[in-house]
T-cell receptor, first 109, second 114 residues
Framework: GDSVTQMEGPVTLSEEAFLTINCTYT??????LFWYVQYPGEGLQLLLK?????DKGSNKGFEATYRKETTSFHLEKGSVQVSDSAVYFC????????FGPGTRLSVLP | EAGVVQSPRYKIIEKKQPVAFWCNPI?????LYWYLQNLGQGPELLIR????????DSQLPKDRFSAERLKGVDSTLKIQPAELGDSAVYLC????????????FGNGTRLTVT
C-alpha cells in the first residue's frame, strides 16, 4: 500500500540556519503531496501542497518540489525562526490520506 | 469558515468502559476521516467516509470500534470496551474530496484509559 517515509528527528538548528526535512513516498499512480505542521498544543495545519510532478508548493518561506523520478517531496526553508519549532508531517493523497511519522524541529535563538 | 469541531477535548475512562467521540466537519465537506495518533507518531487511518458511506474501514478494529456518519454530516466513533492500549489522540478531518483538496483537522480528543 501507499506509504511515506521521513527523516528521523529531532532536528535542532540555530535561528537563521537552512532547513531540509527529507520525505520520500511509495504510491501507485500519481498522488498529491502535502506538508502539514503541528505547533505545540495545536492541531495539524496544512503548510503547503503540490499536485503533480515538478510542481513547487510554498508558504511562509517553506518550499517543497514534487519529484516524481526520485519519489520525493523534501521540505526546505532558507532561514528558520524560533517560531518554526514544531512537528512536520509529510503526507500523500492517493486512495486515502497517508501520513509520515513526523519530524520534530527545534530552533534555538 | 468554521473549522472541524471535535468533542470532548479530553476523556479519562477506566478499561472495559465504553467511550464515544463526536465530530462535526466543515460544511460542504463530503469526505470525513478518523485517525488515531500515538505520541510521537503520525496519524494512522481508522476509517474514511464519502458522505454517509464508509468506503474504507479496513484499519478499524471492528471487534471493539464502531463508527457512523448519519445523514453524511456529523460522525461518531465509539470504543466498547476500551483497553489500555487505546490511549491516544483521536483526530477527525474533512475535505472536499478532490485530488488537490487538503485535509482540515479538528483539535482531536485525547483519550486516557486507566
Amino acid at each position: 500500500g501507499d506509504s511515506v517515509t521521513q527523516m528521523e528527528g529531532p532536528v535542532t538548528l540555530s535561528e537563521e540556519a537552512f532547513l531540509t526535512i527529507n520525505c520520500t513516498y511509495t504510491a501507485t499512480g500519481y498522488p498529491s503531496l502535502f506538508w502539514y505542521v503541528q505547533y505545540p498544543g495545536e492541531g495539524l495545519q496544512l503548510l503547503l501542497k503540490a499536485t503533480k510532478a515538478d510542481d513547487k508548493g510554498s508558504n511562509k518561506g517553506f518550499e517543497a518540489t514534487y519529484r516524481k523520478e526520485t519519489t520525493s517531496f523534501h521540505l526546505e526553508k532558507g532561514s528558520v525562526q524560533v517560531s518554526d519549532s514544531a512537528v512536520y508531517f509529510c503526507a500523500l493523497l492517493g486512495q486515502n490520506f497517508v501520513f509520515g511519522p513526523g519530524t520534530r524541529l527545534s530552533v534555538l535563538p | 469558515e468554521a473549522g472541524v469541531v471535535q468533542s470532548p477535548r479530553y476523556k479519562i475512562i477506566e478499561k472495559k468502559q465504553p467511550v464515544a467521540f463526536w465530530c462535526n466537519p466543515i460544511s460542504g465537506h463530503n469526505t470525513l476521516y478518523w485517525y488515531l495518533q500515538n505520541l510521537g507518531q503520525g496519524p494512522e487511518l481508522l476509517i474514511r467516509y464519502e458522505n454517509e458511506e464508509a468506503v474504507d474501514d479496513s484499519q478499524l478494529p471492528k471487534d471493539r470500534f464502531s463508527a457512523e456518519r448519519l445523514k453524511g454530516v456529523d460522525s461518531t466513533l465509539k470504543i466498547q470496551p476500551a483497553e489500555l492500549g487505546d490511549s491516544a489522540v483521536y483526530l477527525c478531518a474533512s475535505s472536499l474530496g478532490q485530488k488537490d483538496s487538503p485535509l482540515h483537522f479538528g483539535n482531536g480528543t485525547r483519550l486516557t484509559v486507566t
